[in-house]
Nanobody, 123 residues
Framework: VQLQAFGGGLVQAGGFLRLSCAAS????????MGWFRQALGKEREFVAA????????IYADSVKGRFTISRDAAKNTAYLQMNSLKPEDTAVYYC?????????????????WGHGTKVTVSS
């Protein structure tokens, strides 16, 4: 099972980016998927997650109202639409998946991780 995240880049404050996470080596249509991020010198933190069989989503307070997580089951892909970006959103973003349906905020609940994609927001 492999997860590949892409779509990061450099954007000005107030701008937007869409991250994608493509899963291969298995079917993830009923598996929860999540996004986490790690800023330089800080611990990795939860950003957003989406459940498998039901379209239930959860968000960190810091991104609620600005970020939207979604998925395309047919493409085995999850997305993170990031709007109104702020310099404090600068981080390496990681996608993750778990074998269960329920979406968690806790990193340890996710068995599969992709390499990160870097997002830099300039002020």
């Amino acid at each position: 099972v492999q997860l590949q995240a892409f779509g990061g880049g450099l954007v000005q404050a107030g701008g937007f980016l869409r991250l994608s996470c493509a899963a291969s080596g298995g079917r993830f249509s009923r598996n929860a998927m999540g996004w986490f991020r790690q800023a330089l010198g800080k611990e990795r933190e939860f950003v957003a997650a989406i459940s498998g069989s039901y379209p239930n989503t959860i968000y960190a307070d810091s991104v609620k109202g600005r970020f939207t997580i979604s998925r395309d089951a047919a493409k085995n892909t999850a997305y993170l639409q990031m709007n109104s970006l702020k310099p404090e959103d600068t981080a390496v973003y990681y996608c993750a998946a778990r074998t269960g349906d329920y979406a968690y905020r806790t990193m340890s609940k996710y068995e599969y991780w992709g390499h990160g994609t870097k997002v830099t927001v300039s002020s």
